[in-house]
């Protein structure tokens, strides 16, 4: 008998946890970055040429580590808002959406440039990306004129993410005037977030050359992620 309560219990709090918009929504967050990693690797597929299938799917795997550093960093404005403004978000939830798509947005249009530019450099870029994209020499509107039908194809595609934004689970509001859980949850979130911002416990942050430490040299470009 206590066996069953306890099995009832711990299915309900797995049950719980899996309805948090919060998870939900990384979840979702991640897919997209898996997604558009494969892209990247279907287009740049000679890059890989030196790897087989069992290697390949070792490095996408990995990606999702290298990937919890920008799921922190680009898709915080919605977790603020979600945590902090709970109130408002329960009567807005197209807040979230929105916020949720601008930052999805940002990381397709990085890691579509880079798709095409790795084309080029026969690697991904780094923080040299920006400085290219802010080079007056560079013609960024001859790019987006040449590219249009890119511009459209993504348009579309966030309009499918902004329809598919998990926004009515529940949430994990923050009231300091409520009980010692409404602050004790959100503070287990703030610093699941410092973890994945560090890309784990180390003393620095992760950077794109720790890729090296978990998959070979020839699939770092794809373990690594654009923004």
Known sequence: ???STK???LKQAVKQIFQ???LRQALFALLIMQISRLIWAAVNMKLLSD???FTLGKAVLWGTFFDLPVLAYFFLPIWFWMIVFTSFHRRLPAVAKVLFTLSAFAVLILNGIDTAYSQVTGRRSGIELFSTLADPANPVAGYLLAYWFVIVGLAAVCYL???CVPV?????PFSPKE??????????????????ARGGFH??????LQAGMYVPASVISLTTSTP
């Open 203 to 208: 003393l620095k942050p992760m950077t794109s």
């Open 1 to 3: 008998m206590r066996n």
């Open 168 to 172: 009515h689970g529940s949430d994990l």
């Open 51 to 53: 790897a087989d299938f």
């Open 161 to 163: 993410i902004y329809i």
């Open 7 to 9: 099995n009832k219990g």
């Open 20 to 22: 948090l918009n919060l």
């Open 179 to 196: 009980n010692w859980r409404s602050i004790f949850k959100p503070l287990i979130v703030c610093c699941i977030w410092l973890v994945c």
